[in-house]
């Protein structure tokens, strides 16, 4: 909060670096409610206050993160990461001292961005069950998740670079997710009751690439580069996941609009 003084009185950019540990929780909190106790929804300006993290962070690490907050971490994160993040952007990748591959092990633990309304992350490792659970608006793209992936979710977007556990998109509403699925195992641990499984159009391929590419570049993910670097074999092997009721929500909106415009 000192640190942040003149970025929240004048939106001056500001930037530190901390060390973590596991007991030091909601880390973020305070900050983005003196951010949107003054600016309101609007928030500061993207990256207004950038800090880095070095450790072990304890739970809902980057929790409510207003706009204008950057967060990087290097180490590690609890359970309800980004929980109800609101426009900020959060960061994730493995200690540089770190000898695993980030894509096999968990980085961040179980029900990610809880709640979350709006904002990106990017997490160069696996996240734990109930990722992205009852998400109505936040972008992430992670390596890899456990059981239950996009849970009533309804809105937003989520990009799983790797393996996903079953009964993914239980009670998925709203929102898109993709899942990079070069084995095909991923349609038996879908839960088919309100989504569609897809091949990408056009657009879809567009919106999955810039994503990636930002993944790659604030994470350095290896995963990430070597599905840039081979994007023509690479991108055959994302499957799209579609909420049924969603799909025809937005098709009704695209008639309409060209109703209009015709």
């Not at 983005?32 to 600016?39: A, G, L, R, T, W």
């Not at 979350?116 to 998740?145: L, P, W």
Request: charged share 25%; hydrophobic share 35%; with cysteine.
């Amino acid at each position: 909060m000192e640190t942040a003084k003149d970025a929240l009185v004048s939106q001056i950019p500001t930037s530190g670096q901390f060390n973590i540990i596991n007991t030091d929780r909601t880390v973020g909190a305070l900050l983005s409610y003196e951010i949107s106790e003054k600016y309101k929804g609007a928030g500061l300006p993207e990256d207004t206050i950038q800090y880095k993290f070095t450790g072990s962070a304890g739970q809902s690490f980057g929790a409510f993160g207003a706009h204008g907050i950057k967060f990087e971490l290097e180490g590690e994160a609890n359970d309800y990461f980004g929980k109800g993040l609101s426009g900020g952007k959060l960061i994730v990748y493995p200690s540089s001292k770190a000898t695993f591959k980030p894509s096999e092990n968990i980085i961040i633990g179980n029900v990610a961005f809880y709640g979350a309304t709006s904002g990106e992350s990017y997490i160069n490792g696996m996240a734990g069950e109930r990722f992205c659970v009852r998400n109505s608006g936040a972008k992430a793209v992670v390596e890899g998740i456990g059981d239950h992936g996009c849970e009533y979710m309804t809105g937003g977007l989520a990009i799983i670079l790797g393996k996903t556990g079953r009964n993914f998109a239980a009670g998925m509403s709203g929102g898109v997710a993709y899942v990079y699925d070069v084995e095909n195992s991923f349609p038996k641990n879908v839960n088919k009751e309100m989504v569609e499984l897809e091949s990408l159009d056009t657009e879809d391929i567009a919106v999955l690439k810039h994503h990636i590419e930002r993944h790659l570049h604030y994470t350095k993910s290896t995963i990430a580069k070597n599905i840039l670097d081979n994007w023509e074999d690479t991108s055959r092997y994302f499957i799209k996941v579609m909420p049924t009721d969603y799909k025809k929500v937005l098709l009704e909106r695209k008639a309409k609009a060209e109703k209009v415009n015709a």
